[in-house]
């Protein structure tokens, strides 16, 4: 059974920052590419960033330059460090995983989400 589980969220000031980690077990972590996700209530999921099996990273332009994502294949875990938060940062954030290597596949598992909250 796959598990995403998510920490490291949390409230924090506007100019502030965090680092979320999403330890991964029942999963082939190091086959395939993994991502972070946010969410605010009433709007559409967004990706954030996605770290692929050879660790290339992409991110949304929102976030480029302030957060860097990473994984550790021998821990099993992803993470996202956020730099120099934004009030419109705040979201819950997602960890989320793929099971195929094509570009078009959607993730397919996903954490159960860890909130983060930057106040101005």
């Known amino acids: 059974q796959v598990q995403l589980v998510e920490s490291g969220g949390g409230s924090v000031q506007a100019g502030g920052s965090l680092r979320l980690s999403c330890a991964a077990s029942?999963?082939?972590?190091?086959?395939?590419?993994m991502g972070w996700f946010r969410q605010v209530t009433g709007k559409e999921r967004e990706r954030v960033a996605i770290v692929g099996s050879d660790r290339s990273t992409s991110y949304a332009d929102s976030v480029k330059g302030r957060f860097t994502a990473s994984r550790d294949n021998a821990k099993n875990t992803l993470y996202l460090q956020m730099n120099s938060l934004k009030p419109e940062d705040t979201a819950m954030y997602y960890c989320?995983?793929?099971?195929?290597?094509?570009?078009?596949?959607?993730?397919?598992?996903w954490g159960q989400g860890t909130q983060v909250t930057v106040s101005s």
């Open positions: 989320a995983a793929w099971d195929s290597i094509y570009a078009w596949a959607v993730p397919k598992y």
């Open positions: 029942g999963y082939s972590f190091s086959r395939y590419r």
